[in-house]
């Protein structure tokens, strides 16, 4: 689970940014402030969650807000947010179950 990963950053905002941030330019090697389709799958997998091509392709239409078919550094820290509020409302979830 990404989540699991993620620690003291899953009750922090700032740090959350900053981890999002580290991950993303660990795979935009080249420093263009874009990640693709491809990447972003790799990228995901490698923070611990792997996603088949239909979530992938989901996931790009919901977070490329700019709609450019890409995914830049503020779009994937509003992913990493939108995990995080999903992991804690199945949390919460549970704790009602
Ligand atoms: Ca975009």
Redo the contacts with the bound molecule.
Sequence with gaps: MLVDKLGDAMNDPKLLDEKAEELFNKFDAQGTG?IDAATLKEAMHVAGVTLTQSEIVDMMVS??????????LN?FQAVMRNEVAAHRRRSAACVVL
Excluded at 63 to 72: S, T, V
């Design positions: 874009n977070c490329d807000a700019n709609k450019d078919g890409l995914i830049q779009e």
